[in-house]
């Protein structure tokens, strides 16, 4: 079998692997990235030999590419480290990469921010009766900073046979797989951050008129790398299905989603953005500022004003709560606002009023009203009031 483990250093398809990624080395974090997604360097002499389609430019055919923030060489525009096919059909590394100073190659290695991993194999497969090679390839996108996989795919493909003795290339099955995958890495990294305050002032400065759209087909059916092309594309309900996919393994991971998503008018977005912040502060897993918090605040207030009912029932919530002191509290605005929305939307407004008068939150007399709330919560298809229901 042949792997791939690529970092930012990569060298000639005749010399070892792990001799030429050492100018490179990310350290501990890239090895067990390798570790932990199967791939090994140490395991691995050479570049496999591939031979380029006779119908495209050689050295454009497939790129796999290791990609920092500031673009690792700027002799490639930017687009980072790139391992191509040459002229011959050897992977190898762009010249211009061999004339950078050693000092200058090792600050590159340290501004990665994603890594892509790639397996090749040929296998042998039955199709229409008969035994013929199969190539399957694996590839695995991740991110440096967060060590999350953000793009995967397998596929196989009968390969093409070229004019070449015993050539074979990837069918364009195969070629389509890496370049979905890569434009959906490429544009990850941008916003990555756990740390809300990352952005440019306030995400609630950037909400935009809410735009109705609907999800790509790929998200439904869980096709997380055309899922994210589509997000990346501009559609905001992409980017929050997106977010809903890799929020159980991992909430942090979708802040850069759900704020992409928010900026292309999807206001629920802008709530879950929100919502995921204030979550991961609650638990410890991040820190945030009171002005962290406060900017939240008007995230919901003006997700609120663009009919969002979520940003209603969570706006109402941090004026009970408070946020630990970040915004002043005011439970009678707080009840107004939940007894007009929950009539207004019913669901979550009316969830939200029903607890925090169970709670006494509102008051004594307010409890006796609470299942009055949560039942209205219900009946408009708010499902999780129906458990706090009294039998």
């Known amino acids: 079998m042949f792997i791939v483990g690529l970092t930012l250093g990569c060298g000639s398809a005749t010399a070892p692997l792990p001799d030429l990624a050492a100018p490179y080395d990310l350290g501990p974090k890239v090895q067990r990235l390798e570790r932990d997604l199967g791939f090994s360097r140490s395991q691995t002499r050479e570049f496999p030999q591939v031979q380029a389609p006779e119908d495209i430019a050689p050295p454009r055919w497939m790129a796999v590419e290791a990609h920092g923030a500031r673009g690792p ?6 687009r980072g480290l790139v391992v191509e096919a040459s002229e011959y059909g050897d992977l190898e590394v762009p010249p211009a990469h061999h004339l950078l100073p050693a000092a200058s190659r090792a600050a590159h290695g340290k501004d990665v921010d994603w890594i892509a991993f790639v397996t090749r194999v040929l296998l042998e497969a039955e199709l229409e009766e008969s035994i013929v090679l199969v190539e399957r390839v694996d590839l695995r996108l991740t991110l440096v900073r967060s060590e999350r996989v953000v793009a995967r795919g397998t596929v196989e493909a009968v390969p093409a046979r070229t004019s070449s003795v015993g050539g074979h290339v990837p069918d364009s099955a195969v070629n389509g797989l890496l370049q979905r995958a890569l434009e959906a890495a490429r544009g990850a990294p941008e916003v990555v951050a756990h740390d809300p305050l990352v952005l440019e002032g ?7 008129t809410p735009q109705e759209t609907e999800a790509s087909p790929a998200c439904v059916a869980g096709r997380l790398t055309e899922c994210l092309a589509s997000c990346h594309a501009g559609n905001g309900r992409s980017c929050a299905e997106a977010a809903y996919v890799q929020e159980a393994a991992d909430d942090s991971t979708t802040l850069p989603l759900y704020a992409e998503g928010c900026g292309y008018g999807d206001v629920n977005a802008c709530v879950n953005w929100a919502a995921t912040v204030w979550t991961l502060s609650r638990t410890e897993q991040l820190e945030a500022t009171d002005d962290a918090m406060r900017c939240i605040m008007r995230v919901f207030e003006r997700a609120c004003q663009q009919h969002e009912p979520f940003g209603c029932g969570m706006f ?8 630990n002191g970040a915004v002043e509290v005011d439970v009678d605005r707080a009840e107004a606002l939940l007894v007009h929305t929950c009539q207004r939307y019913g669901v979550f407004p009316c969830d939200v009023l029903g607890t925090l008068r169970r709670q ?22 708010y499902t999780p009031a129906c458990d706090a229901l009294t039998p």
């Open 73 to 78: 060489l700027d002799e490639l525009d930017g």
């Open 202 to 208: 306030c995400l609630a400065d950037q909400m935009v």
């Open 316 to 323: 109402a919530r941090g004026l009970v709560t408070g946020l």
């Open 360 to 381: 006494g939150e509102l008051g004594e007399d307010a409890a006796a009203l609470a299942d009055e709330a949560t039942q209205r919560a219900c009946d408009t298809g």
